[in-house]
């Protein structure tokens, strides 16, 4: 399962394996391992790595079924995300609001298309 999911992440991204291994620090015949059917699974330090490169939790990149995937765990946060909410949570509740609404003008068309229980969760 992590072979298939690595494989499948990295050519969403649309990298090639070289890319990648150059990305993690690893030889590319390692990626070519671990997305081949052997048993062959990187080390922990590696698979950190490999989460992080593509922005997704562990537990999916091992395989665990996303209907089982806890909201907590679902996503790494990017710096830039992580600097972003930093900076949200130490903004007074006046502060908060603005951000609030700016988010409801710039995403009107995604929120209305793509997720109406966004306006809840903004809100």
Do not use: C, W
């Not at 490169?53 to 990149?61: A, C, H, I, T």
């Amino acid at each position: 399962m992590f072979g298939d999911r690595l494989k499948d992440l990295r050519k969403q991204k649309g990298i090639t394996q070289e890319q990648l291994a150059a990305a993690i620090g690893v030889e590319r015949s390692s990626i070519g391992h671990y997305e081949g059917k052997s048993a062959n699974t990187p080390s922990d330090d590696v698979k950190i790595k490999i989460a992080k490169f593509f922005n997704v939790s562990l537990d999916y990149l091992l395989g665990m079924p996303e209907d089982e995937i806890t909201d907590e765990n679902r996503y790494l946060l990017s710096e830039d995300e992580k600097k972003l909410v930093d900076t949200y949570r130490d903004m007074n509740e006046q502060g908060k609001q603005y951000i609030r609404q700016t988010m409801m003008m710039a995403a009107p068309i995604y929120i209305r298309h793509n997720n109406d229980s966004a306006l809840e969760k903004i809100d």
